[in-house]
T-cell receptor, first 114, second 110 residues
Framework: GAVVSQHPSRVICKSGTSVKIECRSL??????MFWYRQFPKQSLMLMAT?????????EQGVEKDKFLINHASLTLSTLTVTSAHPEDSSFYIC??????????FGAGTRLSVL | GQQLNQSPQSMFIQEGEDVSMNCTSS?????WLWYKQDPGEGPVLLIA?????ELTSNGRLTAQFGITRKDSFLNISASIPSDVGIYFC??????????FGKGTMLLVSP
């Protein structure tokens, strides 16, 4: 399977600042990556599909200007939470699609906005 | 949209017991996946199923792709404390995205 590295694992920021989360596919060239958000004791909620070299596809209800996604290479996708507020505090997880209908996940990023 | 019903929501068992959890769908899936998530970590793939009726094992874990393609189960035999975590089923209907169940929290008492 694909090895996915997500960084940082944990970030604390002040309200109003922006935070960038990186997702790297270490051993697979990923044309498609995914970004999820997970609230405590809940399942994964898909935020957007990140496509290499093109614009991300956002799920209904996810603000694309709030959650900026860039997938500039086959090994890196980034999620930037702009002007973060306390309600953006959550666990964010990325995944890589290997094309066999399987997704491999990063370790997640715990974002806390003060 | 597609929905997955995963049950049970949680289980508290004794070490050594067998465990069974399942997922049912309102629609057909081409692929069924089972993941385990430890606290503060991302989900880790346990088993992938591609064919209706397929039965696949991974150590003490066994999963089956239902004949109707609308359900799947995961069995864990002889549970151990490190089996503790949240288990998610996920289905793929041919598009790139996955539909996830709500998870089964497993607690194992030594």
């Amino acid at each position: 399977g694909a090895v996915v590295s997500q960084h940082p694992s944990r970030v604390i920021c002040k309200s109003g600042t922006s935070v960038k989360i990186e997702c790297r596919s270490l051993d697979f060239q990923a044309t498609t990556m995914f970004w999820y958000r997970q609230f405590p004791k809940q399942s994964l909620m898909l935020m957007a599909t990140s496509n290499e070299g093109s614009k991300a596809t956002y799920e209904q209800g996810v603000e694309k200007d709030k959650f900026l996604i860039n997938h500039a290479s086959l090994t890196l996708s980034t999620l930037t939470v702009t002007s973060a507020h306390p309600e953006d505090s959550s666990f964010y997880i990325c995944s890589v699609s290997t094309g066999a209908n399987i997704q491999y996940f990063g370790a997640g990023t715990r974002l806390s906005v003060l | 949209g597609q929905q997955l019903n995963q049950s049970p929501q949680s289980m508290f068992i004794q070490e050594g017991e067998d465990v069974s959890m399942n997922c049912t769908s309102s629609s057909i899936f081409n692929t069924w996946l089972w993941y385990k998530q430890d606290p503060g970590e991302g989900p880790v793939l346990l088993i992938a199923l591609y064919k209706a009726g397929e039965l696949t094992s991974n150590g003490r874990l066994t999963a089956q792709f239902g004949i109707t393609r609308k359900d799947s189960f995961l069995n864990i035999s002889a549970s151990i404390p490190s089996d503790v975590g949240i288990y998610f089923c996920a289905g793929n209907s041919g598009y790139s995205t996955l539909t996830f169940g709500k998870g089964t929290m497993l607690l194992v008492s030594p």
